[in-house]
């Protein structure tokens, strides 16, 4: 126990640690975590740690990362993407290993070894890409989008890429079973033929998706009734574990099987509460797993062949690179977006350290390479940070001052959020969706959800006052936000915390009476409406107009009516103070005073109908004597 | 007969004297369409088609208003810029008004003499009203010399109400004598060409 609080301790500390100083630096948060890690790793070697058996577990964090991921993407997009998906990532694999392979070959190597080589080296860093992508906001860009597709099929070439390294044993060299990299040590599929095995594997993909569609939705429903936030949390949890460990159970990859139950639920009403479920968990890991990447770093190793470690490293790198860029060209990526994709992806990755293990234990790498490969997969993603501080800094500037961005750089229009989707928020919905603007409706009844969806309305399940729920449903992207939830005191709490954390939003709150103005208003909101007051307006006009009045001048006095009730409004919160009962603050009762004569004057003295009716009214008898008098103008037009 | 619309148009009217008797009077009439346009759209809110279909039913159009700063008030112009649309009153296809009648109904505060090139306005009345003139001219409709009360804060309201009301009659009743009607610069209630029958 106190071990592992001590470890845990020990990585929360360095992580605490180093983040924000390289945040705050400008070098993004996972070069903070390598360098934890670095920092870390002499305190792990005398504790005796297992580092590596650590970054298995954080790997967890990558296949969470892209069950994320699939929540973004909705199938129609992810069919969209094929031809890029086949396309870029094809050449991309196939390039990097032909060339790495060749060069290795050419060096002398035995070319089972060389394509070995290849195949390990041409995987990319799905965890440091997608999080640096996320955290610079370029995954929608057109180079990111390109990225993303390239480590997808990587996800998908790995499978095959596991089959076909055992095919590469050296004749004679035989290691004898062994463990075989972290691959589970269950299995649904062993002992079973080639069509049994895809047969079940297809039913594995099947399930996954088939839940996702029909069983997830009564589940969180059902969930959601209880309104138990970590149960919830537990569900999703259980989803995400499960889809993951069905995946192991056939053999592919649970990166791949949790980004396509992502997708299949894109579309589903609780996609923002997985999100902002999920997130702090694979953040949590990946982090950890950056660590664990900085900590595996074997120095003795590196200051042994310094030269030659730092060489192939370089020669790694510029080799993805190279046929990163050609394949940007191909694929008609245009201008910062051709480097950012080429930088980008040129470090090796995760499934690297997989494949080089399954490599050893299956005899293909000599037993003295394969350190050597770890520590260039290693020390490449440690330079990936660095590679997208180049970007940043120099290649991004220099094109956009050169050429005009493209028209398909703006990556999401102004989206409005509407929170509470009831008689009042729905018909603000209805009317900024008849007027082509995007929402995206957060409301907490999963029935009332089902039944706008059944009108084909699209809501979202969850608190909106809970800001990491607002962060997912893109509180960081909107230009607006709509509160029109019931609770006045959580409606306070949201225009409170939305307007000191996110100033660049505009709140329209909704407000229940005139007290509950005045909290909005010093929560900081300035476009308040109060909720039956327009409608009552109307009832009193018509009201003038069924004693007689005339129509028009009925419409002039309810608009004098309201200005004056809205001034008299604006006066008193001003006054106001959340701190101090209304009968003790002193300037507040006294304007209330003041204001309250002012009405009584109006109903007796028809002052306010006077004022109200200004405007065509002749000039007087008196008016105009006196200007006769003066010789001019009398009676104008 | 001719099918009339009468459209009254004052924002103030509680306060009016003339143009509120003239309304009083209109509405006696039988056989015609009288309307207060800010009674019609208080929110200035005007139904296009409705006007339109209107416009389209009836031979004569009246238009009664206040001369406010040489022109109509707001919402006439907002009636006229909606609904008179290119396509339908002028322009490509635009001869939906062709041929019918367009006449002025107008109250002045100013006397009549005010309206000369001596007077303080320095122009006749008539160089007030051309945009309107003009406006049925480019809708092919014949433009009536116009019935106006000059001094109105002072004139009595009703000799004026009711020579409107036989105005209106004798549109109705196609005994205007339109002719004659043009040879004058306006037109008063003891003025009127009216034919008797």
């Known amino acids: ?637 | 007969m001719s099918r009339v619309l009468h459209y009254a148009a004052h924002p103030g009217l509680s306060t009016s004297r003339i143009n509120k008797a003239m309304v009083q009077q209109a509405r006696a009439v039988s056989g015609i369409t009288t309307l207060d346009l800010y009674e019609e759209y208080p929110r200035y809110d005007i139904d296009i088609e409705d006007e339109q279909q209107r416009l389209l039913e009836h031979d004569v159009i009246v238009l009664q208003f206040p001369l406010f700063w040489y022109s109509c008030p707001a919402l006439v112009k907002e009636w006229l810029d909606l609904s008179w649309e290119h396509g339908f009153a002028y322009g490509h296809n635009g001869d939906k008004l062709a041929g019918k009648r367009l006449m002025l109904a107008i109250t002045t505060g100013s006397p009549q003499d005010a309206y000369r090139p001596q007077g303080y306005q320095h122009h006749e009345i008539r160089q007030f009203l051309l945009p309107f003139e003009q406006t049925a001219h480019l809708c092919q409709m014949r433009f009536v010399t116009p019935y106006v009360l000059h001094g109105a804060l002072h004139a009595d309201p009703l000799a004026h109400a009711q020579g409107f009301a036989r105005l209106l009659e004798a549109l109705r009743d196609d005994r205007l004598d339109l002719d004659r009607a043009q040879e004058l610069t306006i037109l008063t209630h003891d003025t009127l060409p009216i034919v008797e029958v």
């Open chain 1, 1 to 637: 126990m106190s071990d592992f609080l001590l470890l845990a301790f020990l990585f929360l500390v360095a992580g605490v640690a180093a983040v924000p100083i390289a945040s705050r630096l400008g070098l993004g948060s996972v070069l903070g975590y390598l360098i934890a890690g670095i920092i870390l790793s002499p305190m792990l070697a005398v504790l005796n740690v297992d580092v590596v058996s650590i970054q298995h577990f954080a790997e967890f964090g990558v296949v969470m990362m892209l069950f994320l991921v699939g929540l973004e993407l909705e199938p129609k997009m992810l069919w969209a993407m094929r031809n890029r998906l086949l396309g870029l990532g094809g050449l991309q694999v196939g390039g990097t290993t032909a060339l790495i392979a060749g060069v290795v070959w050419w060096f002398g190597a035995d070319w089972r070894i060389a394509l070995a080589c290849g195949l390990i080296l041409a995987m990319s860093s799905t965890a440091i890409v997608l999080q640096t992508l996320n955290e610079k906001g370029l995954m929608k860009g057109d180079g990111g989008q390109a990225s993303f597709s390239v480590l997808l099929f990587q996800d998908i070439a790995v499978i095959p890429i596991l089959a076909l390294v055992p095919l590469l044993a050296m004749p004679g060299a035989h290691h004898g079973g062994g463990d075989e990299g972290h691959g589970a040590s269950l299995s649904l599929v062993a002992g079973l033929s080639g069509w049994q095995t895809t047969l079940v594997t297809a039913g594995a993909i099947a399930l996954v998706i088939a839940g996702g569609m029909f069983l997830t939705r009564p589940v969180f429903r059902y969930i959601a009734q209880a309104r138990l936030r970590e149960i919830f949390v537990a569900t999703a949890l259980m989803f995400v574990v499960g889809i993951a460990l069905l995946m192991t159970l056939v053999g592919l990859s649970p990166a791949l099987g949790t980004f396509l139950a992502g997708v299949v639920l894109a579309n589903s009403e609780y996609r923002h509460e997985l999100e902002s479920d999920i997130d702090p968990f694979r953040g949590l890991l990946l982090g950890l797993f950056f660590m664990t990447v900085g900590a595996a770093i074997d120095f003795g190793l590196l200051f042994g062949d310094f030269a030659v470690i730092i060489g192939m490293t370089v020669g790694v790198m510029l080799a993805k690179a190279l046929v990163l860029l050609i394949a940007a060209r191909v694929f008609g990526l245009r201008g910062s977006e051709k480097f950012l994709f080429g930088l980008g992806l040129a470090q090796a990755g995760e499934f690297g350290f997989v494949l080089t293990s399954f490599a050893v234990a299956n005899a293909v790498l000599p037993d003295d390479l394969a350190p050597r490969i770890m520590l260039v997969i290693t020390l490449s993603m440690m330079l990936t940070p660095a590679l997208f501080i180049l970007y940043d800094r120099v290649i991004r500037p220099r094109y956009d001052r050169e050429e005009p961005r493209d028209a398909d750089e703006i990556t999401e229009p102004g989206i409005a959020i509407v929170a509470g989707h009831g008689r009042f928020g729905g018909v603000v919905n209805r009317m900024l969706l008849a007027a082509g603007y995007e929402t995206t409706v957060l409301d907490y009844s999963a029935a009332h959800l089902d039944m706008l969806r059944s009108f084909g309305v699209r809501g979202f399940y969850g608190d909106a006052t809970r800001p990491d729920l607002l962060h997912a449903a893109g509180i960081d992207e909107a230009k607006l936000l709509i509160i029109a939830i019931d609770d006045k005191d959580q409606a306070t709490e949201l225009a409170h915390y939305v307007h000191h954390n996110h100033p660049h939003i505009h709140i329209i709150a909704r407000a229940r009476d005139r007290r509950h103005v005045y909290q909005l208003f010093a929560a900081g909101c300035r476009d308040i409406i109060r909720e039956t007051f327009d409608s009552s307006v109307r009832a009193g006009r018509s009201a003038y107009e069924a004693l007689g009045m005339h129509p028009f001048e009925a419409e002039r006095l309810a608009r004098a009516f309201v200005k004056e009730d809205r001034h008299a409004l604006y006066e008193l919160a001003q006054l106001w103070d959340p701190a101090v009962p209304d009968h003790i603050n002193e300037p507040y009762r006294l304007k209330a005073r003041e204001l309250m004569t002012d009405a009584d004057l109006r109903a007796r003295g028809g002052a306010f109908r006077e004022r109200s009716a200004r405007g065509w009214v002749p000039p007087t008898e008196q008016d105009q004597a006196e200007s006769s008098a003066r010789d001019e103008a009398p009676e104008g037009p």
